[in-house]
């Protein structure tokens, strides 16, 4: 396995140099030089912490180590080497053309391959500690580098860069209480903390595309930060004691405020979004006459809108929403019916919709944990 890492670092180094040869050729070389220099530090760090964590590839602790890195794994320090060409692109203002499509591709396919390396694992059974470790760091490095980059490109408030440091936080906060001693509690698994995670690489993968409209992703950028940070805080109250979720009255509460969200709070989402949506498309047909392309737009809504109500594949509705929101001519700023039908729309695609629905086939594909 250490020579599988060590050629997997040379052959890291000899892409990004030939990726930095093809910018030159493009750009002037001072440019290229600095991408090159600013990938190649990032994927040294990506190569050190696989290196560090090495002894670790293996099923369990008391399991043998396996002789080889594994796909599964190559494919997620492939992903680390897709953030480190990502943040080559860092102190630079958006490109024109091809090349400013590049960030976009290469965050996109690091994102969907956070889904790809689990399931191989599993597959391949070749399941570690190590491929669990690096999940999880290079989804810390990822949600650093790429929320940097949309914030210099205007995508993204500066604030959502909270969301880039509340893991290191959390992790320093860890490290804080045992060298003082403190006890640090265990956390129970969550199936909504990993979604909330996932959906932060997804949308900071597609607000780098060039052709969504900043007065759409800067607000939406709050309504997926803000749940993840409650998240971290109520995880964070766990770890230091302040609630203990083994507790009845605690478990209670938890349980009443799940069944609460899935039994009113989502379906009402539901309802809220198909009004705001219909009142949003009806505005707009009595200002402007509909063109071809607009009437598209307009029947993609409606349908998108019937998926959401009916809870058929509603997280996908609420997508489709979203993306076409985004993708709609340029104003000064969001209005409150956009704003409306945006943010409910988010909170049905992080959470769900809830009961009273007919089919959530795309509720389980969130929930398979093919990233675990």
């Known amino acids: ?63 043998a180590p396996y002789s080889t890195l594994g796909l599964a794994n190559q494919l997620t320090l492939l992903r680390g080497g897709l953030i480190a060409a990502t943040g080559g692109f860092l102190l630079f203002p958006a490109f024109a053309g091809v090349i400013g499509w590049l960030p976009a591709l290469f965050y996109s396919v690091a994102a969907m391959l956070d889904r790809v390396d689990g399931f191989v694992a599993r597959r391949t059974k070749s399941t570690s500690l190590l491929g669990s470790e690096l999940d999880t760091v290079f989804d810390a490095l990822g949600l650093l580098v790429a929320p940097l980059l949309a914030v210099s490109y205007g995508k993204v408030h500066w604030s959502y ?97 799940a069944s609460f969200s899935a039994g009113f709070f989502q379906p009402a989402l539901r309802i809220i979004l198909l009004l705001a949506l219909v009142a949003l498309l009806t505005s707009t047909a009595q200002e402007t006459t509909a063109t071809a392309a607009q009437s598209i737009i307009i029947a993609l809504s409606c349908g998108a809108a019937l998926l959401v109500l009916l809870g058929v594949a509603g997280r996908a509705g609420a997508l489709i929403v979203l993306m076409l929101l985004a993708w709609q001519p340029a104003t000064a700023s ?36 093919d990233g675990a």
């Open 161 to 257: 860069l909270l969301v880039s440091v509340a893991y290191y936080l959390f992790q320093w906060g860890i490290h804080s209480r045992r060298r003082k001693e403190l006890r640090v509690y265990p956390l129970a698994p969550s199936q909504l903390r990993r979604t909330l995670a996932g959906f932060q690489m997804g949308y900071v993968a597609v607000v780098l595309w060039p052709p969504l409209l900043a007065q759409v992703t800067v607000p939406a950028g709050f309504g997926f930060m803000v749940p993840l940070l409650l998240g971290f805080t109520v995880d964070w109250l766990v770890v230091s004691g302040r609630i203990r979720p083994e507790q009845p009255d605690t478990a209670l509460f938890f349980r009443r405020l």
């Open 1 to 63: 396995m250490t020579r599988e890492l060590h050629i997997s670092g040379l052959l890291g180094l000899v892409v990004l140099l030939g990726m930095g040869g093809a910018l030159a050729m493009q750009l002037d070389g001072a440019t290229a030089a600095q991408w090159v220099i600013q990938s190649v530090a990032l994927w040294a760090l990506v190569w050190q912490q696989t290196w560090q964590r090495r002894h670790l590839n293996r099923a369990t602790s008391i399991a």
């Open 334 to 369: 969001l209005d409150p019916l956009s704003a409306v039908t945006l943010f409910s729309a988010i909170g049905i695609l992080l959470l769900g919709c809830g009961r009273y629905s007919l089919w959530q086939g795309d509720d389980h594909w969130v929930n398979r944990q």
